[in-house]
């Protein structure tokens, strides 16, 4: 069944730059009826959405965000990935990556990666 | 962009309940709306996509309503397993955003 593991330093010193990859395995990345989304959740708090990017390439960025995001994908790999540059400690969060339904007018998560908690040090 | 505000942030309540937790969208998003379900230390999990269809799996005890601007997910039953924190998502349109989020706890 589908699986999506996402992979991550753990640690990131502030200003630098995190980057968190998500291996899917179980389906192919290459499908017109999903997108691949990464959603952040800081400790005790909510979900935030941070992006989503079809296996085309095509990018959908949070505004909040747009301007330190690069959200890429790895076909031959079935792999996506996020990269989050010049992190400071509100970046702390566990970053979750996810499928997204887009068929029929949908842009929804089915599929979520169980999460990787990256913390930002000063 | 389109803000979620969910009510209430927290909600006690017992086994055989019936629950209702409120999500609002600041400007209409027709039916565009799904509903996660968040246990400590864990993914959310998709209950409820267009507003009231119940994903494949989901016990037949949660239900979704609403269009436009006001949503409601209701656990007909509460049993043991529902107690978690309830997310509402819009995707009318990017940029997506999720609610705040609703803990229902024990009373």
């Known amino acids: 069944q589908l699986q999506l593991q996402e992979s991550g330093p753990g640690l990131v010193k502030s200003s630098e730059t995190l980057s968190v990859t998500c291996s899917v395995s179980?389906?192919?990345?290459?499908?017109?009826?999903?997108?691949w989304g990464w959603i952040r959740q800081p400790p005790g708090k909510g979900l935030e959405w941070i992006g989503s990017?079809?296996?085309?390439?095509?990018?959908y960025y949070s505004p909040s965000l747009q301007s330190r995001v690069t959200l890429s994908v790895d076909t031959s790999k079935n792999q996506f990935s996020l990269k989050l540059n010049s992190v400071i400690a509100a970046d702390t969060a566990v970053y979750y990556c996810a499928r997204q339904r887009v068929a029929g007018r949908s842009y929804y998560f089915d599929h979520w990666g169980q999460g990787t908690l990256v913390t930002v040090s000063s | 962009d389109i803000q979620m505000t969910q009510s209430p942030s927290t909600l006690s309540a017992s086994i055989g309940d019936r629950v209702t937790i409120t999500c609002r969208a600041s400007?209409?998003?027709?039916?565009?709306l799904a509903w996660y379900q968040q246990k400590p230390g864990r993914a959310p999990k998709l209950l409820i996509y267009?507003?009231?269809s119940l994903e494949t799996g989901v016990p037949s005890r949660f239900s979704g309503s609403g269009s436009g601007t006001e949503f409601t997910l209701t656990i007909s039953s509460l049993q043991p397993d529902d107690f978690a924190t309830y997310y509402c998502?819009?995707?009318?349109?990017?940029?997506?955003?999720f609610g705040g989020g609703t803990k229902v706890d024990v009373k």
């Open positions: 998502q819009h995707y009318n349109i990017y940029p997506l955003a």
């Open positions: 400007q209409t998003i027709s039916y565009w």
């Open positions: 267009q507003a009231s």
């Open positions: 179980g389906a192919s990345v290459i499908n017109n009826d999903y997108n």
């Open positions: 990017i079809s296996y085309r390439g095509a990018t």
